[in-house]
């Protein structure tokens, strides 16, 4: 097979570690995954109809044609059907063709990961799928997962880069508010900055005037009220949650942190009056995304 003999919108380009790679205090072996976890998880994954077949696993690594793997890579992020993304170690690489991968496509991303993997800020409001290679019979139920993931992805199609959502959101009210959009990216840009720098609360600054620039932004709110939540200002906080909800009612991350906000109040002595334990946000969530695990066990202890 050429390059040029790739069918894309049947390729699934896995995004993940090569070979051994630490995660924890442990040493993973990232090509066995792939093998057994991730191939046949995604050739069982049929494509939507009127479409027949079923997706192609992919991994540069894999490829038996001559070429430079970079560009093959590149090719791949910006033009495979889907593209799953383990992170499990926080691998750079990974993390750098995730971001690739984020910009050149508003859908068909998932994000997997091993347990106790941590996720960065960045991606904190994107949904972070948990599987298990060990023991062995992990392996099949984390097949089924990954293969009713991706079938879901594809039957909805919705978006799941938090790069393009708020661009898309930026580019529309930027222009509206502002006559363009450099005083938005100049909030954003100065926002990141500030996190980088560990300045959380001029971060919280600039969020709040990005917002108010773009109120649809719902990545610019969600990262707001994730720094909200962080500082413990759950009042600030729910607020932000409650108003990308209304939004966007199939946001599954953020009904998960409404309800996470809700049970915070809820447990205080001096909660205010009419708050609820969270119990419905939650349950919310888990309807939209039956797999959060920390929604899961957030209603546990709603």
Known sequence: MCAAEIDYQRSCFVIMPFGRKPVGD???????????????AIRATPLT????????????????FSGLIDLEMFRYLEYSRFAPADISGL????LYELGVRHRADPAGTAIFRQAGTLIPFDIKAVKAFEYSYEPM????????????VLTESLKYNRPDSPVRVALDAQGVHAA??????????EA?????????????????????????LAPDNTSARMKL??????????????????????????????????????????????????TTSGEESLRRAIHLSPEDYDALSSLGGA
């Open 176 to 185: 509206e508010q502002t006559g363009g959009r450099p005083v938005l990216d």
């Open 137 to 148: 019979e992990e392996v099949a139920r984390s097949r089924e997962l990954i293969t009713r």
């Open 225 to 274: 009220g994730l720094l909200l939540k962080d500082l413990g200002r759950w009042e600030d906080a729910l607020a932000e949650f409650r108003e990308i909800a209304r939004l966007r009612p199939d946001y599954a991350e953020a009904l998960r942190e409404q309800g996470i906000a809700e049970n915070k109040l809820y447990e205080r002595a001096d909660r205010p009056p009419g």
């Open 188 to 212: 954003l840009r100065a926002a990141e900055n500030a996190l980088r720098g560990g300045k959380k609360l001029e971060a919280i600054a600039l969020y709040r005037e990005a917002v108010r």
């Open 91 to 94: 691998n750079a690489n990974v």
């Open 26 to 40: 442990k040493e993973v072996d990232f090509n066995f995954i792939y093998q057994e976890v991730f191939v046949p």
């Open 49 to 64: 109809a009127p479409e027949t077949g079923y997706l192609e696993p992919r991994r540069t690594d894999q490829d038996f």
